[in-house]
């Protein structure tokens, strides 16, 4: 995989210091310097942090989440998808799409992948395998899927090329958004923002960067679910999967509905939709119950809170 790529039409990178318009690695404004990680443009940097230890903080979710995604896009559930032709590419996603609205998800329920996001800029926050901005370039988005990790957002941009979508792939940190104000039609970020040690300023970065009339949508962990409080009796909070050589998730946050109203009351208009409970995720047990009653489950414990929210 090979990145910086074309940007699509309407993205407008911007100094994430001063968040003037970046043409180069280096901001005009502020003289703040940028460079590339792994074949993407990388606005992680000291100037961003306030102290030593919160740019050795970052540092470290930067390490656990690149070293965990390295592993994760070499195994077979994602490896095959850069082997892939780009109509192989295309009949994956279709039937992907079908499978996030059969599950529920946020993304093709809420957010709909139809004709409504052509040449709208969308930013994906935390692109991970590259997926979720592959079905959203597929759809007509001029997507930015943003990372703070190198592999995941190399990952992402070299779907969106291969399928001759628009978008770019960049490593930031969600706290401090490498784009101009007022800039963005769409964010999208589905399981990532309760990850960030400030998830309040992640979000006011999202108001930021969207356009008047902009909307946001965004996953977080419910803190009254099935999944999550059996993890909070196990005192672990889960990710084991991107776990490598003793590397532990540094931080995960959940939230209950009304937290997440307060997150986003700076917005104009705020729904919150929780989703996703099922007794198979009792452990032990689970695999011996019935699914009949997932769907009266969702609203009470799921572990998804869908959140759409409108910028006036």
């Not at 990145?3 to 699509?8: F, T």
């Not at 919160?54 to 592993?71: N, P, Q």
């Not at 039609?185 to 970065?205: K, N």
Request: glycine fraction near 10%; charged fraction near 20%; aromatic fraction near 8%.
């Amino acid at each position: 995989m090979h990145g910086a790529g074309v940007i699509g039409k309407g993205i407008k990178l911007a100094c994430p210091v001063c968040h003037r318009g970046l043409a180069g690695q280096e901001c005009p404004a502020c003289g703040q310097t940028y460079g590339m990680v792994g074949g993407v443009r990388s606005f992680i940097c000291r100037g961003l942090y306030g102290s030593d230890e919160e740019f050795a903080a970052a540092e470290r979710i930067i390490d656990f989440w690149g070293k965990g995604w390295e592993k994760r896009l070499a195994e077979p559930e994602h490896a095959f998808l850069f082997s892939s032709s780009s109509e192989d590419l295309r009949t994956w996603a279709r039937s992907d799409i079908e499978w996030q609205r059969q599950h529920d998800s946020l993304l093709a329920n809420d957010l709909p992948l139809d004709a409504s996001l052509r040449d709208k800029v969308v930013l994906n926050i935390g692109a991970g395998a590259g997926t979720e901005a592959l079905l959203l370039s597929l759809s007509g988005a001029n997507c930015i899927a943003m990372d703070i990790t190198a592999p995941a957002a190399q990952a992402a941009e070299y779907l969106i090329l291969k399928t001759g979508g628009q978008g770019v792939g960049v490593q930031a940190d969600a706290r401090f958004i490498p784009l101009e104000s007022s800039s963005v039609d769409i964010v999208y970020s589905s399981g990532v923002l309760h990850h960030s040690p400030d998830v309040a300023e992640s979000v006011s970065e999202i108001y930021r960067v969207l356009k008047p009339g902009g909307t946001a949508y965004v996953m977080l962990y419910a803190t009254w679910s099935i999944m999550f409080m059996q993890m909070r009796l196990m005192l672990s909070m889960g990710e084991k999967a991107w776990e490598t050589e003793g590397r532990k998730n540094p931080c995960t946050t959940t939230y209950t509905v009304g937290e997440c109203k307060k997150l986003f009351s700076r917005f104009d208009r705020v729904a919150v939709r929780k989703t996703g409970a099922s007794l198979k995720q009792i452990k032990l047990i689970g695999r011996l119950l019935p699914t009949r009653f997932d769907g009266a489950l969702g609203p009470l414990l799921g572990p998804r809170l869908n959140i759409v929210a409108a910028k006036q």
